[in-house]
């Protein structure tokens, strides 16, 4: 079984401020990992993904996320916030339970971009 | 790049009644899952399907069902509606066996079905 925990569903940061969403799983296999971000009325989009080997990753839009098997965390950052940052990211993990890799999203945090 | 497509992007329809969402994959990609994402919610993973047929399931209710064509289109029906089964749909694609997919997918719009 896998889950994954994003703790607080809001959150609030200046623009050009940092940004730290967080995200926890668990998972009886080795993880794969994902952030996907979903603004307005759209599908989500994968922001980044850790597979297998260096485990700090880099996306789009310069966010990146450290996999830390020692504390179960792939916590998502960017260095400065934009306006165009607002929106809702959501964490996902997949392994192979069972023979397949279905991922198992988390709530979802809204990150809101003050000017 | 052409993307996922999915229709209708809006539906409103009465309880008990039936509706029925399309979903068109990326070309090439042979892997469609359907998801349920309620109001405020994180998405439900409800079915998939790998060259036609079902390779996984999840909170898929009885009242619906789902099947992938030969043009690997996949079509997610919906009976007896609920008032909640409001909620967004979205269909994915991802190329390969799911089996050996790493689990990244790739989404489209969504289909925001509304019971009244």
């Known amino acids: 079984a896998q889950s994954v925990t994003q703790l607080g569903s809001h959150v609030s940061v200046s623009e050009g401020a940092l940004v730290l969403l967080r995200c926890n799983y668990s998972?009886?296999?080795?993880?794969?990992l994902f952030w996907y971000v979903q603004y307005p009325n759209q599908g989500l989009q994968l922001l980044l993904k850790?597979?297998?080997?260096?485990?700090l990753v880099k996306g789009i839009n310069g966010f990146e996320a450290e996999f830390k098997k020692s504390e179960t965390s792939f916590h998502l950052t960017k260095p400065s916030a934009h306006m165009s940052d607002a929106a809702e990211y959501f964490c996902a993990v997949s392994g192979a339970s069972g023979g397949s890799y279905i991922p198992t999203f988390g709530r979802g945090t809204s990150l809101i971009v003050h000017p | 790049a052409a993307g996922v497509i999915q229709s209708p992007r809006h539906l409103i329809k009465e309880k008990r009644e039936t509706a029925t969402l399309k979903c068109y994959p990326i070309p090439r990609h042979d892997t469609v899952y359907w998801y349920q994402q309620g109001p405020g919610q994180d998405p439900q993973f409800l079915i998939s399907?790998?060259?036609?047929?079902?390779?996984d399931k999840g909170s898929i209710p009885d009242r619906f069902s789902a099947q992938q064509f030969s043009d690997y289109h996949s079509e997610l029906n919906m009976s007896s509606l609920e008032l909640g089964d409001s909620a967004l749909y979205f269909c994915?694609?991802?190329?390969?066996?799911?089996?050996?997919?790493?689990?990244?997918?790739?989404f489209g719009e969504g289909s925001r079905l509304t019971v009244l």
């Open positions: 850790y597979t297998t080997g260096a485990t």
């Open positions: 994915a694609s991802s190329s390969g066996d799911p089996g050996t997919n790493t689990g990244e997918l790739f």
């Open positions: 399907f790998y060259e036609k047929m079902q390779s």
């Open positions: 998972s009886s296999v080795p993880p794969y």
